[in-house]
């Protein structure tokens, strides 16, 4: 088993800054990359930034400049700090994890169960 535990939601007023966990365990081989997502009410998921286990950084334009992803290997654990927060970042973020269970293992997606940000004033 592999779970991903999330942390660091909350509300946030507009200017404001919140940092985001996501911490992997379980039967863990290999971490290939970790990433955080997002969906807004009524809209489909996408993809906020993603983090390979040598550091190679991928963000999407509407959050480059003010969110920054980084991963810690030891701790399987990726962070997203988030600054400058406005209303349109409200979503329920999820964390997604690509990795190995085993040595003969391919390589598998895995996600967290989402945590609220709500960016209001």
């Known amino acids: 088993q592999v779970q991903l535990v999330e942390s660091g939601g909350g509300l946030v007023q507009p200017g404001g800054s919140l940092r985001l966990s996501c911490a992997a365990s379980?039967?863990?081989?290999?971490?290939?990359?970790m990433g955080w997502y997002r969906q807004a009410p009524r809209k489909q998921r996408e993809l906020v930034a993603s983090?390979?286990?040598?550091?190679?950084?991928n963000y999407a334009d509407s959050v480059k400049g003010r969110f920054t992803i980084s991963i810690d290997n030891a701790k399987n654990t990726v962070y997203l700090q988030m600054n400058s927060l406005k209303p349109e970042d409200t979503a329920v973020y999820y964390c997604?994890?690509?990795?190995?269970?085993?040595?003969?293992?391919?390589?598998?997606?895995?996600w967290g169960q989402g945590t609220q940000v709500t960016v209001s004033s």
């Open positions: 983090i390979t286990s040598g550091g190679t950084t």
């Open positions: 379980g039967s863990i081989f290999s971490i290939n990359a």
């Open positions: 997604k994890s690509d990795l190995r269970r085993s040595v003969l293992d391919r390589i598998r997606d895995y």
